[in-house]
């Protein structure tokens, strides 16, 4: 299996996993692929590092592996830049707007916000799928 970071004219970005690059273009050809947030069809792969053992050793020294506290804050700085990108921040609107979205009052899409304790325990109760998540200041988060 290979993995394709891919991506819709509405540059929604999601994975694919294929048998093959073929298979990835053969499925595209066939208008198969779909983006699973818009359902737009016309879908491309993103450019990706390689992964995998280097062909050589770098000359030199062996490179030292990166500690794992600064590989996770990498992790996670890198997960709250794609929520970061992939909503759209409704700010002190966000219970009123996830009913509304739960009730097809609203467009279908991905929002974040800010919710009390109670707010947040009162969406649960009415079945609307929430996640509370508080994100650390950064200055180039949005």
């Not at 030199?60 to 996770?72: F, I, N, R, T």
């Amino acid at each position: 299996m290979i993995v394709f970071e891919l991506i819709c004219p509405d540059r929604h970005r999601f994975e694919g996993w294929f048998a093959s690059s073929d298979d990835f273009e053969s499925q595209k050809s066939r208008g198969l692929l779909s983006c699973p947030i818009c359902s737009g069809s016309s879908i491309e792969k993103l450019l990706t590092a390689k992964i995998g053992k280097p062909e050589a050793e770098p000359a030199g020294e062996k490179a030292q592996p990166a500690p794992a506290q600064a590989a996770l804050a990498r992790n996670l700085n890198e997960l709250i830049d794609y929520v970061l990108l992939n909503t759209e921040n409704v700010g002190e609107d966000f219970p009123a707007e996830a009913r509304r979205i739960h009730h097809k009052e609203a467009a279908q899409r991905n929002i974040r916000g800010l919710a009390t304790g109670e707010e947040t325990r009162e969406l649960l109760e009415e079945g609307i799928a929430v996640m509370p998540w508080p994100v650390p200041r950064r200055k180039d988060w949005h």
